[in-house]
């Protein structure tokens, strides 16, 4: 891109060097597909630096707050009954069985 620069300086920019390059038959069809195709990319940079700055303030905001909505903070997610962390799972922590020296019981 540079060397096209240097070779056409002009205000027409990428729409003026490819009409040069590809010539006057095929010239206008090319610079409308250029054209078109540099607008999308700009609308998809656009979004996905919106995106990225999103997705980091809420990244912030959970690292500062310990939560990322305040519903979370009101009442925690119920646990599933075959949780394994669930009180009644043979996999949770009894302390009666470690203060007796009694194994938990559990499949296998």
Do not use: K
């Amino acid at each position: 891109m540079a060397e096209l620069a240097s070779a056409y300086p002009t205000s027409g920019g990428m729409y003026y060097w490819l009409f040069q390059l590809v010539g006057p038959r095929w010239g206008p069809l090319c610079c409308w597909i250029n054209g078109w195709l540099n607008l999308l990319g700009q609308i998809a940079s656009l979004s996905s630096s919106h995106y990225f700055m999103v997705t980091l303030i809420q990244t912030m905001v959970l690292l500062a707050t310990g939560t990322a909505t305040p519903e979370e903070v009101a009442s925690p997610p119920p646990m599933a009954p075959d949780s394994p962390m669930a009180p009644d799972s043979p996999f949770s922590a009894d302390p009666s069985a470690v203060e007796g020296g009694a194994e938990p019981e559990g499949p296998g």
